[in-house]
């Protein structure tokens, strides 16, 4: 099949791949998908102190759409609060890179996983006052569709 | 060295110009139909389809009366088991078959179960051989026809036909090989193999794609039901006009094949050799299907922590085939790898590499060097590489499943 320029341009020069230390405070880690569909995404946010998403990193196992788009939105949800993070849809996500019908849960996972590191981000700020260790979650959804949510530990 | 470099024989060939030269005048100058018998346009093309029909039989030592012309081996294969199983289901209406054919013969075997016969699917082991006691097994007073194939498309092994015909012939059950990818790599002698019905292609072996064959032994005599009817063409076995340019190309790649098959086999077994030696330096890589029971051209291997289908668009200088499923609404990898029981992880980061007439040395050692630097690269993006670096028990790891 052939790929969309963008998915070719995201894919040839990823942004922001890497990991932070998911045990820091202001970090918010998601992990989505499972080896066995193809497609695992793991996204992470730093959030600075006004709310507001500082720096993103994702690594992916998938196909050059799941890399692409959860490169793509390592940049977009940079600069944004959390609120305007998780508004950020799918459909605009296979917008931006064109992506096949047979792709479109590529950008479902990449959805995912900003609500996912968001929610992990959440739960630790609210574990925060409890002053304790936080065991890190993240919600994952099944490849495709999305039929469920289950946890994921790592 | 021009790229891209093409590494997918196993899926189809390029015509040798060898072949298209000989094609060329039956679409222009010897354009006779060989079914018209009263002109020398009619009698020169039937000529051409009879000596190509002999180049059939000569590559498989049987009678070129044996030999039914067909538009590939999908149609072969149709032909072979709806045809027989038509014909001889008075005696019974089971069937065998193994998991890990091809789907030509899988999704006939479907139709044939709607019409209202049994099909047994064989499992294979983790190699992907088929265990001859797991087949001797299956077999019932009631079974007519088993279907197998010799070397596998996907994976490469290569299943023992000379013992299953033998069981076959004792018992009276009609036994069909799909040998597609065996030909021009492995002898077949079908004065000594107990086969009944054999499916053969021409794209697969340099020739032009659109023509195939299927062998219908006359001793002892096997019977098919026509699944084509009109006109009478190939004995009554499938009516149609023959196209003569396409019979004259796979004729003419037949009999390339068969004489420099001494001499191509291990050259081509010498280049996937070292295709596997460059490979396997790399770290957490499986090869799917025996290596000992193997043909010479096919390699398949599993990328641990790669995803195929990024893998095969990191080396798309590079043309090789994927079981991953990505492309696939589906969603499902491989249905050839997990029936070696490889989970769905190997089975999404599976690449099947198929060397052929025009592979050179420089070609596989580039393919060696790019795949290790890309491997690497897609290892630093994937988040399981990560997990597997930090010793992460990934059966501890609640994935989220289907």
């Known amino acids: 099949m052939a790929y969309s320029e963008k998915v070719l341009e995201h894919y040839e020069n990823p942004r922001n791949v890497g990991s932070f230390d998911k045990k820091e405070r202001d970090v918010g880690t998601g992990m989505v998908g499972a080896p066995a569909c193809g497609d695992v995404m793991k996204l992470q946010i730093r959030v600075g102190k006004d709310g507001v998403i500082e720096d993103a990193r994702f690594k992916t196992y998938g196909c050059g759409s799941a890399i692409a788009s959860s490169s793509l939105v390592t940049e977009w949800v940079k600069g944004k609060t959390l609120d305007e993070a998780m508004a950020i849809k799918n459909s605009q996500i296979a917008e931006e890179l064109a992506l096949p019908p047979v792709k479109i849960h590529c950008s ?14 959440k739960a630790k700020s609210e574990a925060k006052s409890g002053a304790q260790g936080h065991e890190e979650t993240a919600e994952a959804t099944a490849c495709a569709p999305p039929t469920g949510v289950s946890r994921t530990t790592s | 060295m021009k790229l891209p470099i093409y590494l997918d024989y196993a899926a189809t060939t390029p015509v040798d110009p060898r072949v298209a030269e000989k094609m060329i005048p039956f ?38 009366k044996e030999i039914v012309w067909t538009s590939g081996a999908t149609e072969s294969i149709n032909l072979a088991l709806k045809g027989a199983a038509h014909f001889y289901q008075s005696r019974g209406k089971h069937l065998i078959t193994v998991r890990t054919e091809h789907k030509a013969t899988l999704d006939t075997m479907r139709e044939l179960e709607r019409q209202g016969f049994e099909v047994t699917y064989l499992d294979v082991d983790g190699d992907g051989m088929l265990d001859l006691e797991v087949f001797k097994a299956a077999l019932r007073p009631d079974t007519i026809l088993v279907s197998m194939m010799y070397v596998n498309n996907e994976i490469g092994v290569i299943q023992d036909i000379s013992t299953v015909g033998e069981w076959c012939r004792e018992r009276g059950i009609v036994f069909h090989v799909d040998a597609v990818q065996a030909v021009g790599k492995l002898p077949m002698d079908l004065a000594t193999l ?76 010498r280049l996937r050799d070292r295709l596997l030696k460059g490979l ?40 090789v085939s994927s079981g991953s499923a990505c492309t696939s609404a589906s969603l499902e990898p491989s249905y050839v790898l997990r029936a070696l029981g490889r989970s769905d992880e190997l089975a999404h980061s599976s690449i099947r590499f198929s060397v052929g007439r025009f592979t050179t040395e420089e070609e ?25 670096c930090d010793k992460v028990d990934f059966n501890q790891v609640q994935w989220a499943t289907h």
């Open chain 2, 280 to 319: 396997r330096e790399i770290e957490e890589v499986y090869i799917n299907g025996s290596l000992e029971h193997r043909v010479c051209n096919s390699l398949n291997m599993s990328f641990n922590f790669v995803e195929g289908e990024s893998l095969m668009m990191a080396v798309r200088d590079i043309a």
């Open chain 2, 364 to 388: 596989v050692d580039y393919t060696v060097t790019l795949i290790k630097q890309k491997v690497h690269k897609l290892r630093e993006l994937s988040p399981l590489w990560e997990m597997y």
């Open chain 2, 194 to 269: 107990k086969i009944d019905l054999m499916s053969v292609s021409s794209h697969k072996i340099y020739g032009p794609k659109g023509v195939g064959a299927l062998f219908v032994r006359r001793k002892p005599r096997i019977r098919l039901e026509a699944q084509t009817h009109g006109g009478g063409h190939e004995r009554g076995m499938r009516s149609g006009t023959l196209p003569t340019h396409q019979i004259v190309g796979m004729g003419e790649a037949f009999r390339l094949a068969r004489l420099e098959m001494a001499n191509e086999v291990p050259r081509l077994a």
């Open chain 2, 27 to 64: 679409l222009t100058e010897h354009f006779g139909n060989p079914a018209s018998r009263s002109h020398t346009f009619g009698w020169t093309a039937e000529e051409a389809v009879e000596n190509a029909r002999r180049e059939i039989a000569a590559m498989f030592n049987c009678d070129a």
């Open chain 1, 108 to 121: 479902i996972l990449a959805e995912d996983a900003i609500r996912a590191a968001i929610a992990d981000y």
